[in-house]
């Protein structure tokens, strides 16, 4: 990123309002309310949404059709950052100045963000719309981003964190398995 680099504006996670009808709202609901309840286990940074004007704007800058579910996730929070797992998803800004990847010029990607803090690459597959892990080229596919944060609440927060609620939620995931 160039010098003059300007952070999002951060939101405040007491006074987000989740969308209800957004795929990722049970994931989030949960994910903000331990951020809120255990700020030493879950760290939740939320940045100032986007309106549908500014989404438009970046794809016909981009010629990219986001899906349904990140118009939502950007008209709730233009990017995130969540600890555990150090996930973190890109303002559209900072996604439309990165350059494509590189390491397959084969696959049709846009790069949204990464995780861990080791180089591992959070990507929207453009052809098949799925969230993509890629892991030093190790990838791993998710139907979409609400996969991955239920993959992300179940691998880093089981058992590490005593709540009614993320318990319920984890028992509802052993019922899908």
């Not at 579910?69 to 973190?88: A, M, T, V």
């Amino acid at each position: 990123m160039s010098d003059n680099y300007i952070p999002p504006e951060r939101q405040d996670i007491n006074n987000a309002i989740i969308p209800e009808n957004a795929e990722f709202y049970e994931e989030m609901k949960l994910l903000v309310r331990l951020a809120k309840n255990y700020p030493d286990d879950v760290e939740l940074r939320l940045f100032a949404p986007v309106s549908d004007a500014e989404i438009d704007g970046f794809e016909k800058r981009t010629n990219i059709k986001l899906t349904d579910e990140l118009r939502d996730l950007y008209k709730f929070s233009n990017g995130f950052y969540l600890s555990p797992s150090s996930l973190e998803i890109s303002t559209l800004e900072q996604i439309e100045k990165m350059p494509d990847p590189e390491w397959d010029n084969a696959k049709n990607y846009l790069y949204l963000g990464d995780m861990i803090g080791d180089g591992e690459l959070v990507l929207l597959d453009l052809d098949t719309n799925k969230i993509i892990t890629n892991d030093h080229g190790d990838e791993e596919e998710y139907d979409d981003l609400t996969t991955l944060l239920g993959c992300i609440i179940i691998d880093f927060l089981d058992g590490e964190i005593e709540d009614d609620e993320l318990e319920e939620y984890l028992d509802g995931w052993d019922d899908v398995e």
